[in-house]
């Protein structure tokens, strides 16, 4: 009989917690930039929105989305999710993130211009790459997840 108590409490624990995600349901889109602000030299505070499906039965908490972003392979800015961000549960929701961004070469946007309609800087968007590492968590269990050269283009239409 004490052999089964270790196999009952395996499979109580696969049922509460196997069920409960299916993190390759959730999906993220409609990525717009809400409000920039330079809050130093060589820092920006960013309002990111986007619009998630979380198809799962509870809600999600984005702890953490570290972004870097590179320009032709040119380390351009680095980034990092400022307070967390609730994702309820069952629905299409349209959020929004607050970022601290710290550019590493200034200088180099400032090369493009200012104006962010220019074709100038349209032309250096279209050579800026993303990489996102980022954690969420639902209740006690946390998932991480890492995406690698995503154009900036792909995420700003």
């Known amino acids: 009989m004490k052999k ?3 196999l009952i409490f395996a499979l109580a624990l696969l049922f509460l917690t196997g069920g409960c ?13 809400h409000e920039f ?7 920006i505070l960013l309002d990111i929105g986007f619009t998630v499906n979380n198809p799962t039965k509870k809600a999600i908490t ?3 989305a570290d972004i870097s972003a590179f320009i032709e392979e040119m380390p351009l800015a680095n980034g990092v999710l400022t307070e967390p961000v609730e994702i309820p549960s069952g ?3 349209t959020l ?6 710290k550019l590493d070469n200034p200088l180099l946007l400032l090369s493009a211009g200012l104006n962010f ?14 990489n996102i590492e ?8 946390k998932k991480k997840f890492k995406y690698r050269n995503i154009p900036l283009s792909d995420l700003i239409k």
């Open 4 to 6: 089964i108590y270790p």
């Open 134 to 141: 980022a954690a969420i968590r639902q209740g006690g269990l």
């Open 37 to 43: 602000t330079a809050d130093s030299a060589g820092r």
């Open 62 to 64: 984005l702890t953490k």
């Open 96 to 101: 929004s993130g607050k970022y601290a961004v």
């Open 21 to 33: 995600t299916a993190y390759k349901n959730i999906s993220v889109s409609n990525v717009s930039l």
């Open 91 to 93: 629905g299409i929701y």
């Open 117 to 130: 309609n220019s074709k100038e800087m349209k032309s250096q968007i279209d050579n800026v790459t993303i």
